[in-house]
């Protein structure tokens, strides 16, 4: 079974940056998307950003243009640059794999999430 494990989460002051890391134990080519998911306390995990195996990255709103998502599928891994961070990007923050089976049903596989928090 492949895991994920995120790393690389802390507390950052505004306007500092941090890189997020996610390790993919097994291939990452296996999954048609790889993405990264923020949740905060009360409210639904929400994509940030997230990359095909093939093809242009995209980005929610909130962080067009400071985030950047890389995708390495000969290494297995995938990161997520964050620049320019403010206080609404906090949160715990998830790596997610998702395949689509030859059924057309979705497996999402999630990593434990690492939490990143932005203030002063």
């Known amino acids: 079974q492949v895991q994920l494990v995120e790393s690389g989460g802390g507390l950052v002051q505004p306007g500092g940056s941090l890189r997020l890391s996610c390790a993919v134990s097994?291939?990452?080519?296996?999954?048609?998307?790889m993405g990264w998911y923020r949740q905060v306390p009360g409210n639904q995990r929400e994509l940030v950003a997230s990359k095909q195996r093939y093809g242009s990255p995209r980005y929610s709103d909130s962080v067009q243009g400071r985030f950047t998502i890389i995708r390495d599928n000969a290494k297995n891994t995938m990161e997520l640059q964050m620049n320019n961070l403010k206080p609404e990007d906090t949160g715990l923050y998830f790596c997610?794999?998702?395949?689509?089976?030859?059924?057309?049903?979705?497996?999402?596989?999630w990593g434990q999430g690492t939490q990143v928090t932005v203030s002063s």
């Open positions: 097994g291939s990452m080519f296996s999954f048609d998307v």
């Open positions: 997610n794999g998702e395949q689509t089976m030859p059924s057309g049903s979705k497996v999402n596989s």
